[in-house]
Protein backbone atom coordinates (compact mmCIF):
# COMPACT_ATOMS: atom_id res chain seq x y z
CA UNK A 1 0.00 0.00 0.00
CA UNK A 2 2.69 2.34 1.04
CA UNK A 3 4.49 1.71 -1.96
CA UNK A 4 1.90 1.78 -4.52
CA UNK A 5 2.63 4.17 -7.09
CA UNK A 6 0.36 7.53 -7.38
CA UNK A 7 -1.49 7.60 -10.64
CA UNK A 8 -2.66 10.83 -10.78
CA UNK A 9 -1.54 13.58 -8.42
CA UNK A 10 -0.41 17.52 -7.75
CA UNK A 11 2.50 19.02 -6.07
CA UNK A 12 2.29 21.69 -3.94
CA UNK A 13 5.32 23.74 -4.15
CA UNK A 14 5.53 25.71 -0.47
CA UNK A 15 8.39 28.02 -1.55
CA UNK A 16 6.39 29.03 -4.68
CA UNK A 17 3.48 29.96 -2.50
CA UNK A 18 6.01 32.19 -0.23
CA UNK A 19 7.81 33.49 -3.00
CA UNK A 20 4.20 34.77 -4.24
CA UNK A 21 3.22 36.16 -1.09
CA UNK A 22 6.02 38.42 -0.68
CA UNK A 23 5.67 39.69 -4.28
CA UNK A 24 1.91 40.54 -3.32
CA UNK A 25 3.51 42.01 0.00
CA UNK A 26 5.99 44.39 -1.62
CA UNK A 27 2.96 45.81 -3.46
CA UNK A 28 1.36 46.72 -0.27
CA UNK A 29 1.78 49.28 1.84
CA UNK A 30 2.95 48.16 5.41
CA UNK A 31 -0.05 48.50 7.19
CA UNK A 32 -2.16 47.50 5.16
CA UNK A 33 -3.67 43.88 6.25
CA UNK A 34 -3.16 41.18 3.81
CA UNK A 35 -6.40 39.12 3.44
CA UNK A 36 -5.24 35.69 1.75
CA UNK A 37 -7.95 34.28 -0.66
CA UNK A 38 -8.26 30.57 0.41
CA UNK A 39 -11.75 29.80 -0.76
CA UNK A 40 -12.56 26.66 -2.99
CA UNK A 41 -9.89 24.38 -1.37
CA UNK A 42 -7.67 27.55 -1.61
CA UNK A 43 -8.34 27.10 -5.91
CA UNK A 44 -8.08 24.04 -5.35
CA UNK A 45 -4.53 23.98 -3.76
CA UNK A 46 -5.98 22.19 -0.28
CA UNK A 47 -7.05 24.15 2.18
CA UNK A 48 -5.74 24.19 5.49
CA UNK A 49 -2.00 23.51 4.27
CA UNK A 50 -1.86 26.14 1.99
CA UNK A 51 -4.04 28.38 5.16
CA UNK A 52 -1.62 27.74 7.48
CA UNK A 53 1.29 28.33 5.24
CA UNK A 54 0.08 31.54 4.20
CA UNK A 55 -0.38 32.66 8.22
CA UNK A 56 2.96 31.22 9.17
CA UNK A 57 4.05 33.60 6.25
CA UNK A 58 1.88 36.53 7.43
CA UNK A 59 -1.32 36.37 5.95
CA UNK A 60 -3.39 38.68 8.51
CA UNK A 61 -7.04 37.23 7.04
CA UNK A 62 -8.01 34.39 5.28
CA UNK A 63 -10.60 34.39 2.95
CA UNK A 64 -13.11 31.93 2.30
CA UNK A 65 -16.19 31.40 0.35
CA UNK A 66 -18.58 30.39 3.52
CA UNK A 67 -19.11 29.44 6.73
CA UNK A 68 -18.02 25.25 6.04
CA UNK A 69 -15.05 26.37 4.67
CA UNK A 70 -13.94 28.59 7.69
CA UNK A 71 -14.78 25.48 10.24
CA UNK A 72 -12.91 23.59 8.02
CA UNK A 73 -10.13 25.88 8.82
CA UNK A 74 -10.83 25.94 12.31
CA UNK A 75 -11.22 22.10 12.68
CA UNK A 76 -7.74 21.91 10.88
CA UNK A 77 -6.46 24.21 13.73
CA UNK A 78 -6.38 27.63 12.22
CA UNK A 79 -7.14 29.11 15.90
CA UNK A 80 -6.38 32.73 15.60
CA UNK A 81 -6.39 33.99 12.42
CA UNK A 82 -9.20 36.23 11.58
CA UNK A 83 -11.15 34.34 8.77
CA UNK A 84 -13.46 36.65 6.16
CA UNK A 85 -16.59 35.39 4.44
CA UNK A 86 -16.87 36.76 0.92
CA UNK A 87 -20.18 35.17 0.08
CA UNK A 88 -23.27 36.08 1.60
CA UNK A 89 -24.32 33.54 4.18
CA UNK A 90 -27.65 31.60 4.65
CA UNK A 91 -29.99 32.91 6.82
CA UNK A 92 -29.45 29.43 9.11
CA UNK A 93 -25.93 29.82 8.98
CA UNK A 94 -25.35 33.21 11.34
CA UNK A 95 -24.81 30.80 14.59
CA UNK A 96 -22.44 29.30 12.76
CA UNK A 97 -20.59 32.45 11.51
CA UNK A 98 -20.13 33.06 15.83
CA UNK A 99 -19.37 29.80 16.74
CA UNK A 100 -16.43 30.05 13.64
CA UNK A 101 -15.99 33.96 14.99
CA UNK A 102 -15.59 34.43 11.48
CA UNK A 103 -16.68 37.87 9.78
CA UNK A 104 -19.53 37.60 7.13
CA UNK A 105 -19.51 40.05 4.21
CA UNK A 106 -23.17 41.39 4.85
CA UNK A 107 -25.20 44.29 2.23
CA UNK A 108 -28.22 44.58 4.05
CA UNK A 109 -29.80 45.37 7.69
CA UNK A 110 -32.06 42.37 7.09
CA UNK A 111 -28.12 40.37 7.28
CA UNK A 112 -27.22 42.26 10.56
CA UNK A 113 -30.38 41.73 12.46
CA UNK A 114 -29.90 37.90 11.74
CA UNK A 115 -26.04 38.21 12.73
CA UNK A 116 -27.05 40.20 15.49
CA UNK A 117 -29.85 37.69 16.82
CA UNK A 118 -27.38 34.69 16.88
CA UNK A 119 -24.71 37.02 18.73
CA UNK A 120 -27.28 37.57 21.06
CA UNK A 121 -27.98 34.31 21.48
CA UNK A 122 -24.47 33.16 22.33
CA UNK A 123 -23.37 36.17 24.47
CA UNK A 124 -21.12 36.97 21.96
CA UNK A 125 -20.19 40.13 20.10
CA UNK A 126 -20.03 39.73 16.04
CA UNK A 127 -17.84 41.46 13.67
CA UNK A 128 -19.30 42.48 10.02
CA UNK A 129 -17.90 43.49 6.90
CA UNK A 130 -20.30 45.87 4.87
CA UNK A 131 -20.44 45.73 1.39
CA UNK A 132 -21.40 48.28 -1.25
CA UNK A 133 -21.95 47.63 -4.84
CA UNK A 134 -20.55 50.19 -7.45
CA UNK A 135 -20.73 48.14 -10.71
CA UNK A 136 -19.87 44.26 -9.76
CA UNK A 137 -23.96 43.46 -9.57
CA UNK A 138 -23.27 40.69 -7.56
CA UNK A 139 -23.38 41.16 -3.18
CA UNK A 140 -23.92 44.81 -1.64
CA UNK A 141 -26.95 47.80 -2.37
CA UNK A 142 -26.02 51.13 -4.17
CA UNK A 143 -25.29 54.43 -3.13
CA UNK A 144 -27.89 56.15 -0.53
CA UNK A 145 -29.36 52.51 0.21
CA UNK A 146 -26.56 50.87 1.18
CA UNK A 147 -25.51 53.88 3.76
CA UNK A 148 -28.55 53.48 5.16
CA UNK A 149 -28.75 50.06 5.63
CA UNK A 150 -25.54 50.55 7.32
CA UNK A 151 -26.58 53.51 9.65
CA UNK A 152 -29.32 50.78 11.06
CA UNK A 153 -26.54 48.00 11.05
CA UNK A 154 -24.23 50.07 12.85
CA UNK A 155 -26.92 50.44 15.85
CA UNK A 156 -27.21 46.72 16.28
CA UNK A 157 -25.98 46.03 19.98
CA UNK A 158 -24.07 42.97 19.62
CA UNK A 159 -22.45 43.82 15.76
CA UNK A 160 -19.56 45.74 15.27
CA UNK A 161 -19.13 46.80 10.93
CA UNK A 162 -15.37 46.71 11.36
CA UNK A 163 -15.21 47.45 7.34
CA UNK A 164 -16.89 48.46 4.21
CA UNK A 165 -15.82 46.81 0.83
CA UNK A 166 -16.71 46.96 -2.41
CA UNK A 167 -15.89 44.64 -5.49
CA UNK A 168 -14.38 45.34 -8.70
CA UNK A 169 -15.84 43.82 -12.45
CA UNK A 170 -13.38 44.80 -14.35
CA UNK A 171 -9.91 45.29 -12.59
CA UNK A 172 -8.07 42.97 -14.84
CA UNK A 173 -9.38 44.36 -18.15
CA UNK A 174 -10.82 47.62 -17.66
CA UNK A 175 -8.49 50.30 -16.13
CA UNK A 176 -11.41 53.05 -16.74
CA UNK A 177 -14.39 50.90 -15.35
CA UNK A 178 -12.24 50.20 -11.98
CA UNK A 179 -11.64 53.98 -12.00
CA UNK A 180 -15.43 54.75 -12.14
CA UNK A 181 -16.19 51.78 -9.61
CA UNK A 182 -13.54 53.21 -7.19
CA UNK A 183 -14.88 57.41 -8.05
CA UNK A 184 -18.35 56.13 -6.96
CA UNK A 185 -17.48 54.41 -3.34
CA UNK A 186 -15.51 57.70 -2.35
CA UNK A 187 -18.79 59.38 -3.37
CA UNK A 188 -20.31 57.89 -0.36
CA UNK A 189 -17.02 57.55 1.98
CA UNK A 190 -17.94 60.90 3.78
CA UNK A 191 -21.43 58.41 5.34
CA UNK A 192 -18.51 55.74 6.59
CA UNK A 193 -15.72 58.04 6.93
CA UNK A 194 -14.15 56.38 9.90
CA UNK A 195 -14.58 52.79 8.44
CA UNK A 196 -11.43 50.78 6.88
CA UNK A 197 -11.69 49.80 3.42
CA UNK A 198 -11.00 46.99 1.10
CA UNK A 199 -11.58 46.63 -2.56
CA UNK A 200 -8.47 45.42 -4.17
CA UNK A 201 -7.97 41.86 -5.41
CA UNK A 202 -4.57 40.45 -7.42
CA UNK A 203 -5.42 42.51 -10.89
CA UNK A 204 -6.14 45.23 -8.87
CA UNK A 205 -2.64 45.62 -7.08
CA UNK A 206 -0.70 46.44 -9.97
CA UNK A 207 -3.08 48.94 -11.08
CA UNK A 208 -2.90 51.62 -8.33
CA UNK A 209 -1.43 51.42 -4.48
CA UNK A 210 -4.52 53.50 -3.68
CA UNK A 211 -6.68 50.52 -3.59
CA UNK A 212 -4.54 48.81 -1.53
CA UNK A 213 -6.66 50.51 1.32
CA UNK A 214 -6.78 48.74 4.94
CA UNK A 215 -6.81 45.21 4.00
CA UNK A 216 -6.41 43.67 0.08
CA UNK A 217 -7.97 40.53 -0.81
CA UNK A 218 -5.71 38.47 -2.96
CA UNK A 219 -5.94 34.88 -4.53
CA UNK A 220 -4.77 34.11 -7.68
CA UNK A 221 -1.73 35.73 -7.30
CA UNK A 222 -0.80 33.55 -4.16
CA UNK A 223 -0.96 30.48 -6.67
CA UNK A 224 1.44 31.80 -9.30
CA UNK A 225 -1.35 32.57 -11.61
CA UNK A 226 -1.04 36.37 -13.40
CA UNK A 227 -4.30 38.49 -12.97
CA UNK A 228 -2.17 40.28 -16.11
CA UNK A 229 0.12 38.14 -18.73
CA UNK A 230 3.17 40.86 -18.00
CA UNK A 231 3.28 39.38 -14.40
CA UNK A 232 3.99 35.62 -15.49
CA UNK A 233 7.29 36.32 -14.87
CA UNK A 234 7.30 37.84 -11.13
CA UNK A 235 5.15 35.11 -10.07
CA UNK A 236 5.92 31.08 -9.82
CA UNK A 237 3.15 28.68 -10.00
CA UNK A 238 2.76 26.32 -6.90
CA UNK A 239 0.78 23.48 -8.33
CA UNK A 240 2.25 20.87 -10.48
CA UNK A 241 -0.17 18.75 -11.92
CA UNK A 242 1.26 14.90 -12.88
CA UNK A 243 -0.25 11.52 -14.42
CA UNK A 244 1.61 8.45 -15.43
CA UNK A 245 1.83 6.32 -18.60
CA UNK A 246 -0.26 3.33 -18.09
CA UNK A 247 -0.14 1.65 -21.68
CA UNK A 248 1.84 2.23 -24.48
CA UNK A 249 0.81 1.05 -28.57
CA UNK A 250 2.23 1.66 -31.89
CA UNK A 251 -0.84 2.15 -34.03
CA UNK A 252 -0.92 2.53 -37.82
CA UNK A 253 -2.19 4.19 -40.12
CA UNK A 254 -6.16 4.68 -40.84
CA UNK A 255 -6.93 4.10 -37.01
CA UNK A 256 -8.53 6.29 -34.84
CA UNK A 257 -8.67 7.23 -30.95
CA UNK A 258 -11.12 7.23 -28.50
CA UNK A 259 -14.43 8.08 -27.99
CA UNK A 260 -16.43 9.85 -31.70
CA UNK A 261 -13.12 8.55 -33.53
CA UNK A 262 -12.41 11.74 -33.69
CA UNK A 263 -8.22 11.67 -34.49
CA UNK A 264 -7.57 9.68 -37.22
CA UNK A 265 -4.26 8.39 -37.33
CA UNK A 266 -2.41 9.66 -41.29
CA UNK A 267 0.53 7.86 -39.76
CA UNK A 268 1.85 5.37 -37.74
CA UNK A 269 2.31 6.31 -34.02
CA UNK A 270 3.37 5.78 -30.44
CA UNK A 271 0.37 6.31 -28.71
CA UNK A 272 0.59 6.75 -24.58
CA UNK A 273 -2.39 6.55 -22.30
CA UNK A 274 -2.28 8.57 -19.49
CA UNK A 275 -3.98 7.89 -15.96
CA UNK A 276 -6.29 10.96 -16.19
CA UNK A 277 -9.54 12.37 -17.42
CA UNK A 278 -12.45 14.87 -17.03
CA UNK A 279 -13.12 12.60 -13.95
CA UNK A 280 -9.91 14.39 -12.55
CA UNK A 281 -11.06 17.85 -13.84
CA UNK A 282 -8.60 17.81 -17.00
CA UNK A 283 -11.58 19.23 -19.38
CA UNK A 284 -12.85 17.75 -22.67
CA UNK A 285 -12.40 20.38 -24.08
CA UNK A 286 -8.94 20.05 -24.07
CA UNK A 287 -9.34 16.59 -26.48
CA UNK A 288 -7.22 16.72 -29.32
CA UNK A 289 -5.77 20.47 -28.35
CA UNK A 290 -3.72 20.15 -25.67
CA UNK A 291 -0.01 19.29 -24.68
CA UNK A 292 1.65 17.11 -22.52
CA UNK A 293 5.61 17.15 -21.15
CA UNK A 294 6.95 13.50 -21.51
CA UNK A 295 10.39 13.18 -20.98
CA UNK A 296 10.69 16.55 -21.72
CA UNK A 297 8.88 16.55 -25.00
CA UNK A 298 5.76 18.39 -25.81
CA UNK A 299 3.06 15.73 -26.67
CA UNK A 300 -0.32 16.60 -28.21
CA UNK A 301 -3.60 15.05 -26.89
CA UNK A 302 -4.97 12.87 -30.03
CA UNK A 303 -9.06 12.06 -29.46
CA UNK A 304 -11.58 13.05 -26.84
CA UNK A 305 -10.35 13.13 -23.41
CA UNK A 306 -12.52 10.40 -21.21
CA UNK A 307 -13.65 10.18 -17.52
CA UNK A 308 -10.31 9.03 -16.53
CA UNK A 309 -8.22 8.12 -19.39
CA UNK A 310 -6.62 10.22 -22.07
CA UNK A 311 -4.42 9.20 -25.06
CA UNK A 312 -1.00 11.30 -25.99
CA UNK A 313 1.17 11.04 -29.30
CA UNK A 314 4.64 10.10 -27.88
CA UNK A 315 6.41 9.81 -31.12
CA UNK A 316 8.85 12.45 -30.43
CA UNK A 317 9.52 10.83 -26.46
CA UNK A 318 12.33 8.21 -27.72
CA UNK A 319 12.50 6.41 -24.56
CA UNK A 320 9.20 6.40 -22.54
CA UNK A 321 8.17 3.55 -21.11
CA UNK A 322 4.74 2.43 -19.06
CA UNK A 323 5.15 4.00 -15.15
CA UNK A 324 6.85 6.64 -16.80
CA UNK A 325 5.63 10.74 -15.32
CA UNK A 326 3.98 12.86 -17.33
CA UNK A 327 3.11 16.57 -16.47
CA UNK A 328 0.45 18.15 -17.45
CA UNK A 329 0.70 21.63 -15.86
CA UNK A 330 3.79 22.77 -14.62
CA UNK A 331 7.64 22.12 -15.44
CA UNK A 332 9.49 19.52 -16.81
CA UNK A 333 13.14 20.54 -17.79
CA UNK A 334 13.14 23.37 -19.84
CA UNK A 335 9.47 23.32 -20.70
CA UNK A 336 6.43 24.53 -18.77
CA UNK A 337 2.99 24.07 -19.59
CA UNK A 338 0.99 27.16 -17.32
CA UNK A 339 -2.35 27.12 -16.38
CA UNK A 340 -2.70 30.14 -18.70
CA UNK A 341 -2.50 27.54 -21.47
CA UNK A 342 -5.25 24.98 -20.74
CA UNK A 343 -7.32 27.62 -20.04
CA UNK A 344 -6.84 29.78 -23.15
CA UNK A 345 -7.55 26.06 -25.10
CA UNK A 346 -10.53 24.97 -23.01
CA UNK A 347 -12.21 28.61 -23.30
CA UNK A 348 -11.56 29.55 -19.84
CA UNK A 349 -9.79 31.30 -16.99
CA UNK A 350 -6.38 29.96 -14.75
CA UNK A 351 -8.59 29.93 -11.76
CA UNK A 352 -10.88 27.43 -13.33
CA UNK A 353 -8.13 25.33 -14.59
CA UNK A 354 -7.11 24.76 -10.80
CA UNK A 355 -9.59 25.01 -8.93
CA UNK A 356 -11.20 22.11 -11.03
CA UNK A 357 -8.09 19.74 -10.39
CA UNK A 358 -10.81 17.06 -8.97
CA UNK A 359 -11.32 15.09 -5.68
CA UNK A 360 -9.84 11.98 -7.12
CA UNK A 361 -6.07 13.79 -7.41
CA UNK A 362 -4.47 13.58 -4.09
CA UNK A 363 -2.39 16.55 -3.34
CA UNK A 364 1.37 16.76 -2.54
CA UNK A 365 3.14 19.28 -0.01
CA UNK A 366 6.85 19.92 -1.07
CA UNK A 367 8.34 22.40 1.12
CA UNK A 368 5.77 23.50 3.40
CA UNK A 369 7.41 24.75 6.38
CA UNK A 370 4.43 24.39 8.64
CA UNK A 371 4.52 20.37 7.51
CA UNK A 372 6.45 17.43 7.33
CA UNK A 373 8.50 17.28 3.98
CA UNK A 374 6.20 15.12 0.75
CA UNK A 375 2.99 15.77 3.14
CA UNK A 376 0.55 13.98 1.37
CA UNK A 377 -3.26 15.24 2.34
CA UNK A 378 -6.47 13.71 0.13
CA UNK A 379 -7.96 16.49 -1.74
CA UNK A 380 -11.41 15.62 -0.22
CA UNK A 381 -10.55 14.36 3.41
CA UNK A 382 -14.13 13.18 4.20
CA UNK A 383 -14.27 10.98 0.98
CA UNK A 384 -11.48 8.79 2.77
CA UNK A 385 -12.25 5.41 3.77
CA UNK A 386 -11.67 6.33 6.98
CA UNK A 387 -14.77 8.46 6.94
CA UNK A 388 -12.78 11.06 9.29
CA UNK A 389 -13.30 14.56 8.84
CA UNK A 390 -10.40 15.37 9.09
CA UNK A 391 -7.08 16.04 6.94
CA UNK A 392 -5.33 13.14 8.07
CA UNK A 393 -1.42 13.38 7.33
CA UNK A 394 0.56 10.70 6.16
CA UNK A 395 4.08 11.20 5.62
CA UNK A 396 5.76 8.38 3.70
CA UNK A 397 9.25 9.27 4.03
CA UNK A 398 11.93 12.06 5.32
CA UNK A 399 10.74 13.06 8.88
CA UNK A 400 10.25 16.66 9.86
CA UNK A 401 14.04 18.38 8.96
CA UNK A 402 12.51 22.11 8.83
CA UNK A 403 14.52 24.56 9.90
CA UNK A 404 12.86 27.69 10.28
CA UNK A 405 15.50 29.76 9.74
CA UNK A 406 14.02 30.15 5.67
CA UNK A 407 10.72 31.85 6.55
CA UNK A 408 9.76 34.69 4.81
CA UNK A 409 10.46 38.20 5.87
CA UNK A 410 6.58 38.75 6.57
CA UNK A 411 6.92 36.29 9.32
C1 LIG B 1 -12.17 35.53 -4.82
C2 LIG B 1 -12.26 36.92 -4.36
C3 LIG B 1 -11.09 37.71 -4.26
C4 LIG B 1 -9.74 37.23 -4.72
O1 LIG B 1 -9.60 37.53 -6.08
P1 LIG B 1 -8.27 37.16 -6.90
O2 LIG B 1 -8.55 37.69 -8.24
O3 LIG B 1 -8.16 35.68 -6.86
O4 LIG B 1 -7.14 37.84 -6.22
C5 LIG B 1 -11.23 38.98 -3.73
N1 LIG B 1 -12.43 39.46 -3.33
C6 LIG B 1 -13.57 38.74 -3.45
C7 LIG B 1 -14.86 39.32 -2.99
C8 LIG B 1 -13.52 37.46 -3.97
O5 LIG B 1 -14.64 36.74 -4.09
Request: with cysteine.
Amino acid sequence: MKDRPLRCWAEIDGSALRHNLSVVRSRIPQETKLVAVVKANAYGHGLVPVAKELVEGGADVLGVSNVEEAAELRAGGVAATPILLLSACLPGEFPQVIECRAWPTISTYEEAKRLNAAAQKSGRRATAHFKIDTGMGRLGLWGAEAIKELKRSEKLPAVGIEAVCTHFSSADEDPERTEEQWRELMRWRPHFADKPLHVANSATLWRKTVYACSFVRVGLALYGLPPMPFLRRLLRPVMSWKTRITLLRHLSAGRTVSYGATYLLRKAQRLATLAVGYGDGYFRALSNRAQVLVHGNRCRVRGRVTMDQTVVDVSSAAGCKVGDEVVLLGAQGDLVIHAEELARIAGTIGYEIVTAVGMRVPRIYREFLSLPQGSRISAKPNLRRTGSRQPRLSTSEGLPDRSRNARSPHA
